[in-house]
């Protein structure tokens, strides 16, 4: 049974960083999978963050986060970081982690990856 497990939210002040922790099971990190982060305000619909690409592994941000967030992976550990700094109020959000398989198909959340699996997410909460 694929499980991911988010880890790491909490509350912090704007410029600060925080580092989301996801922990996969039923399945191995490989470079085919892709895996990585969306995140969803309130009231605001599903957007996507960083990722692992399925196609090829490469790694994608959101325009948003360009700079400050960076995503990695640990696969003797079989999880996926998301290091966050100089965080801001709009980033007030739940983070999921979210993994799946390789497609030809247009992939909103992560180039040439389905979206198979979510986990149940970890709230990130930036105020003063």
């Known amino acids: 049974q694929v499980q991911l497990v988010e880890s790491g939210g909490g509350l912090v002040q704007p410029g600060g960083s925080l580092r989301l922790s996801c922990a996969a099971s039923?399945?191995?990190?490989?470079?085919?999978?892709?895996i990585g982060w969306i995140r969803q305000a309130p009231g605001a619909e599903s957007e996507a963050v960083s990722c692992f690409s399925a196609s090829d592994g490469s790694t994608y941000y959101a325009d948003s986060v360009k700079g400050r967030f960076t995503i990695s992976r640990d696969k003797s550990k079989n999880t996926v970081y998301l290091q966050m700094d100089s965080l801001r109020p709009e980033d007030t959000a739940v983070y999921f982690c979210a993994a799946g398989t390789s497609t030809h198909l247009t992939s909103w959340w992560c180039p040439g990856s389905r979206m198979d699996y979510r986990g149940k997410g970890t709230l990130v909460t930036v105020s003063s």
């Open positions: 039923g399945f191995t990190l490989e470079d085919y999978y892709g």
